[in-house]
T-cell receptor, first 114, second 116 residues
Framework: GENVEQHPSTLSVQEGDSAVIKCTYS??????FPWYKQELGKRPQLIID?????GEKKDQRIAVTLNKTAKHFSLHITETQPEDSAVYFC?????????????FGKGTLLTVNP | GAGVSQSPSNKVTEKGKDVELRCDPI?????LYWYRQRLGQGLEFLIY????????KSGLPSDRFSAERTGESVSTLTIQRTQQEDSAVYLC??????????????FGSGTRLTVV
């Protein structure tokens, strides 16, 4: 089955700096890669996703890049703000097929220091 | 409804007792998933329902765990003879069927299960 590795497990940055979280996946057939943000005590929420037919996607201060050959994808947050502090999870799945199960990474605790 | 609803939000049970957790997905979402999140850990897949297809039970950790779903509506996750290692937040999510659009899940708020 799919295996998703996520690094780093913790990340601390100063407000205004950029943050990068990296994930690798094992199943070359995976074609859908979402990122979820989970604030303390709250439910995970989708913040951005990318499909394997594109290499990069941006949404304001958030961007995701995908390298299918290397089987890795990354989340980039620019101009970080204290409210970006949360746990971020990457995931991978065979989206579009009969099996839509997501395999999640173990999460990255991002702390943005004011 | 507007979101995925889970009940109860918190459940404390004695070791050895059975518990039943409920999930009410977003109307129109044919796919429903259960995940388990232990304290400070990632999301562990348990089971996946898609329409009337046979569920994917590959993530259930033991035969003490079972889940049902009636059609495309409510699902219940049952844990029999609970053990302390079952303590976790159980998250339910729903999504549109593959190919119907954005593949993102919408998660419920979870049920925090504590086995004492």
């Amino acid at each position: 089955g799919e295996n998703v590795e996520q690094h780093p497990s913790t990340l601390s940055v100063q407000e205004g700096d950029s943050a990068v979280i990296k994930c690798t996946y094992s199943d070359s057939a995976s074609n859908y890669f979402p990122w979820y943000k989970q604030e303390l005590g709250k439910r995970p929420q989708l913040i951005i996703d990318i499909r394997s037919n594109v290499g990069e996607k941006k949404d304001q201060r958030i961007a995701v890049t995908l390298n299918k050959t290397a089987k890795h994808f990354s989340l980039h947050i620019t101009e970080t703000q204290p409210e970006d502090s949360a746990v971020y999870f990457c995931a991978a799945s065979l989206g579009g097929g009969s099996n839509y199960k997501l395999t999640f990474g173990k999460g990255t605790l991002l702390t943005v220091n004011p | 409804g507007a979101g995925v609803s889970q009940s109860p939000s918190n459940k404390v049970t004695e070791k050895g007792k059975d518990v039943e957790l409920r999930c009410d997905p977003i109307s129109g979402h044919t796919a429903l998933y259960w995940y388990r999140q232990r304290l400070g850990q990632g999301l562990e897949f348990l089971i996946y329902f898609q329409g009337n297809s046979a569920p994917d039970k590959s993530g259930l950790p033991s035969d003490r765990f079972s889940a049902e779903r009636t059609g495309e509506s409510v699902s219940t996750l049952t844990i029999q003879r609970t053990q302390q290692e079952d303590s976790a937040v159980y998250l339910c999510a729903s999504s549109l069927a593959p190919g119907q659009g954005a593949g993102g899940y919408t998660f419920g708020s979870g049920t925090r299960l504590t086995v004492v």
